[in-house]
């Protein structure tokens, strides 16, 4: 699978090694852009529209990635619409509200969704388990 076509296309199936990669280079590409933008910005206002930008654009990947993960365990892709939904809220709400009882809220459902993906999707083997779909070929008269 190409790099394109692991960040930016939501069809398919990836493995966890492949959901690793996307994941980690996604994070790497959202450090290098908050470097870059409080180096090379010089007004702090044009800083900020810049990195809530960033912030809310690099989450259209993460969607793609995690859609294509959480089809090949065989569950719904639209769950990875969590892992894209409450940073975007986060970002919006902090940088246009103050409520800090909101910010606060939605970090913990951050970390959570986090730990989420990366239990679910990186770490627990789902490969090594037979799916529904081998069972049910494999109970079936030929």
Do not use: C
Not at 55 to 78: C, M, T
Not at 84 to 97: K, N, T
Not at 108 to 134: C, K, Q, T
């Amino acid at each position: 699978m190409t790099l394109m076509r692991l960040l930016f296309d939501d069809d398919g199936v990836i493995s966890r090694r492949s959901w690793w990669t996307g994941t980690l280079l996604l994070l790497a590409a959202y450090m290098a852009a908050g470097l870059a933008t409080g180096h090379l910005i010089a007004r702090p206002e044009h800083a900020q529209a810049t990195m809530i930008f960033t912030s809310i654009a690099i989450l259209v990947p993460f969607y793609a990635v995690n859609s294509k993960r959480f089809r090949a365990i065989g569950r719904p892709p639209s769950l990875a619409l969590w892992g894209g939904a409450l940073p975007a809220a986060s970002v919006l709400v902090d940088a246009f509200l103050d409520i800090p009882a909101a910010d606060v809220l939605l970090g913990w459902l951050i970390m959570g969704v986090l730990l989420w993906f990366l239990i679910d999707l990186g770490l627990y083997p789902h490969e090594n388990h037979a799916s529904r779909s081998r069972i049910d070929a494999a109970a079936s008269p030929a």
